[in-house]
């Protein structure tokens, strides 16, 4: 099976702009998950969706946004860029089933490398 | 809400030689715990799992880690390092439905030839 697939790997952009990043999850995952890791803050979770809905949200202010597809796909935008959103976003999906509860793994892209300027 | 705590920010250890990575957690419910190891430039691999079945959980790539619930700790070991094994390594905590994971701050292992 293939794994996690992240697009693009890495972009540079500038303050003001806006962006947006795309994540391919495991056939048959229809949970997808997106994370931030800085140097600074470490690994800090961004949104979580499932079959098209936002089930959780971290605490990242309203720049930040995601949405899913019917085929599970995630895209997740960041809008009025600012240098601090440099850092490295990874996407993970799940088995995750709705209405079960229990802590399925959940597998990792490679990441895209962003860097705003 | 559930956190977790790696007490150790950089390990070293020679080649051959064990390792112990510690991590504590906090959590009001019975946690899922994970080990993940993130290579320089890679994403996250998941090493071990914990979800309240056996207390001692084996691994991928030789490690293994031991729930305490007594001491709030899930310790990762590995009996003999290897070169690979050089990366930095995440304690994880999930929520109670397994949508949010919560990470320490990571231990950067360096293993000494």
């Known amino acids: 099976k293939a794994g996690v697939t992240q697009t693009p790997r890495y972009l540079i952009k500038t303050r003001g702009q806006q962006v947006t990043l795309s994540c391919s999850p495991i056939?048959?995952?229809?949970?997808v998950s997106w994370y931030q890791q800085t140097p600074g803050q470490g690994l800090q979770f961004l949104f979580e969706?499932?079959?098209?809905?936002?089930?959780n949200k971290g605490n990242f202010p309203g720049r930040f946004s995601g949405r899913q597809f019917s085929n599970s796909r995630s895209e997740m935008n960041v809008s009025t860029l600012e240098l601090g959103d440099s850092a490295l976003y990874l996407c993970a999906s799940s088995l995750a089933l709705l209405g079960t509860r229990g802590a399925y793994e959940q597998y990792f892209g490679p990441g895209t490398r962003l860097t705003v300027t | 809400a559930q956190s977790v705590t790696q007490l150790d920010s950089h390990v070293s250890v020679s080649e051959g030689t064990p390792v112990l990575l510690r991590c504590n957690y906090s959590s009001s419910y019975s946690p899922s715990l994970f080990w993940y190891v993130q290579h320089p430039n890679k994403g996250l691999q998941l090493l071990l799992k914990y979800t309240s079945a056996a207390t001692l959980v084996k691994g991928i790539n030789g490690f293994e880690a031991e729930f305490k619930k007594s001491e709030t700790s899930f310790h990762l070991t590995k009996p003999s390092a290897h070169m690979s094994d050089a990366a930095e390594y995440f304690c994880?905590?999930?929520?109670?439905?397994?949508?949010?994971?919560?990470f320490g701050a990571g231990t950067t292992v360096t293993v000494r030839a």
């Open positions: 056939s048959g995952h229809r949970s």
């Open positions: 969706y499932f079959s098209e809905t936002q089930r």
């Open positions: 994880v905590v999930s929520d109670r439905w397994g949508y949010k994971l919560s």
